[in-house]
C-alpha cells in the first residue's frame, strides 16, 4: 500500500526557511519556486517537493541513492522520477496543507480545503449517485462529502493520467464514504484500483487510489 505524507506548509512562508528549503527540492521545483511572488503558494510548492524526495528515500530504504532525486514529466504530463522508475508517487497541496503518495504501483493522491461551493456543481459534474447523496446535506456535513468525493475524483484522474477529459462523474465514490475505502474492478483490463479516504485536519478532506497488483491481493487473502 501507497505509504502517505502529510505536512503544514505554515514554515516555509518563512522567507529564511525557504531559502533553505531550495537545496531539498528537485531542479525543475527549485527553479519555479524562486520565481513564485505568492508566498503561501511557494511554500505548497517546496512542501509537497520536501515530501517527495523524503517519501522516496524513506520508500527505497538503504536501497535509496544519495542526493535529490530528478523528477520529469511524461508524455499525460504525470511526474516521475526518470532514475528511479520503481517508484511511483503523486503530490497535491491546499491551503495550508501539502500530501504526497509513494508507492510501488501507479498512485494518485489529493487534499482540498473545505470551501463554500455553487449548488449544482455536484449535479452538473459528480455521478448522480455522489449528487443525490449529497443533495440531502448541509453545513459543514455537505462540505465534508462535497471535498472527500471531490479529491477521490482528483486521486483517481492522477492515477489514471488522463486528466479532466475522462470526466468527474465517471466513478460512484459514495460506497468509499460508508467504509472509508473501496475497490473498484475494470473489466476491460481486469485490473482493481483501492480508493481510500485519507486522514485530514480538521477543514479538509484527501484521499488516495492505486492499483492494486495481484501480489497484494494474494497477501491480502493470507492474512
Known sequence: ????????????????????????????????????????????????????????????????????????????????????????????????MAVCAVSDVPVGVDIQEWRDMKADVAKRFFHPAEAEHLKHLGGDEYKKDFFALWCLKESYIKYTGNGLSQGLDELDFTSVLEGGFAVFEFTEDNSRIRAELLDAPEGYSAAVIELITPDEEAAAEAE
Open 1 to 96: 500500500m501507497a505509504e502517505i505524507y502529510m505536512a503544514n506548509i505554515g514554515l516555509l512562508k518563512d522567507d529564511k526557511n525557504a531559502r533553505e528549503a531550495l537545496d531539498g527540492v528537485d531542479e525543475v521545483r527549485r527553479h519555479d519556486a524562486t520565481r513564485m511572488a505568492d508566498k503561501t503558494k511557494r511554500a505548497q510548492s517546496l512542501t509537497a517537493g520536501l515530501l517527495l524526495q523524503h517519501g522516496a528515500r524513506e520508500h527505497l530504504g538503504d536501497a535509496a541513492p544519495a542526493g535529490v532525486y530528478k523528477v520529469e514529466k511524461d508524455e499525460k504530463g504525470r511526474p516521475y522520477f526518470p532514475d528511479l522508475p520503481e517508484v511511483h508517487f503523486s503530490i497535491a497541496h491546499s491551503g495550508d
